[in-house]
């Protein structure tokens, strides 16, 4: 079975710092994966996602994500956070043994300070 | 281009009635999941449709929630009775099945309170 683990529960960082989240995955065959956010009282919204190719994956709004293989890791990164960038973000992943169902990880709550 | 719908927005009940939770999809998706979240469990999957068939409902909580998707268009997610542990934001999502790559995409959510 699929899992994922965010280390991070609750981040809080100022204006212009940079960002980091973890991501680790346990599962040894193919998988895709995904980054979420939720901004307050909103739904689930795709940031980027990871299928094959260059590890290193841009995605909306200068975030960007790297996938380790050999780390099991998929970290979400972001130079220099805006005060909008408050939310809570979920690293997520598929795979072919389980169709399309998405295994979540915990969820990171992010604020930044204005 | 529309994307899932959920209704109703806001529920608030008292326990022991049943609610129902209507949803939806994408038009064209045929992968339809339901998902509850609250603040001590986190995000949790509860079941999920393939081509209006359930493929896996393992995180229904209980006997009490039934979940129909009668055509590829709407589906329900019931809660009968219910009760004050049941309040949560529940959120439909949608997706392509083709292969495990294609992303879901997130209704705005009901937020159910069971008083």
């Known amino acids: 079975a699929q899992s994922v683990s965010q280390h991070n529960h609750h981040v809080i960082l100022s204006e212009a710092a940079s960002l980091e989240l973890g991501c680790n995955y346990s599962y040894g065959g193919t998988v895709n994966l995904f980054w979420y956010v939720q901004y307050p009282g909103q739904h689930l919204q795709l940031l980027l996602k990871?299928?094959?190719?260059?590890?290193l994956v841009k995605g909306i709004k200068g975030f960007e994500a790297e996938f380790i293989k050999s780390k099991f890791s998929f970290n979400l990164r972001k130079p220099s956070v805006q005060w909008s960038d408050t939310a809570e973000y979920f690293c997520?992943?598929?795979?072919?043994?389980?169709?399309?169902?998405?295994?979540f990880g915990g969820g990171t709550r992010l604020m930044v300070k204005p | 281009d529309a994307g899932v719908i959920q209704s109703p927005r806001h529920e608030v009940t008292e326990m022991g009635q049943e609610v129902t939770l209507r949803c939806k999809p994408i038009s064209g998706h045929n992968s339809l999941f339901w998902y509850r979240q609250t603040m001590m469990r986190g995000l949790e999957l509860l079941i999920y449709f393939n081509n209006n068939v359930p493929i896996d409902d393992s995180g229904m909580p209980e006997d009490r929630f039934s979940a129909k998707m009668p055509n590829a268009s709407f589906s329900t997610l019931k809660i009968q009775p219910s009760e004050p542990r049941d309040s949560a934001v529940y959120f439909c999502?949608?997706?392509?099945?083709?292969?495990?790559?294609?992303?879901?995409?997130f209704g705005d959510g009901t937020r159910l309170s069971i008083l």
């Open positions: 999502a949608s997706s392509l099945w083709l292969t495990s790559n294609q992303p879901q995409h």
């Open positions: 990871y299928f094959s190719g260059d590890p």
């Open positions: 997520a992943v598929s795979s072919e043994n389980a169709g399309n169902m998405l295994t």
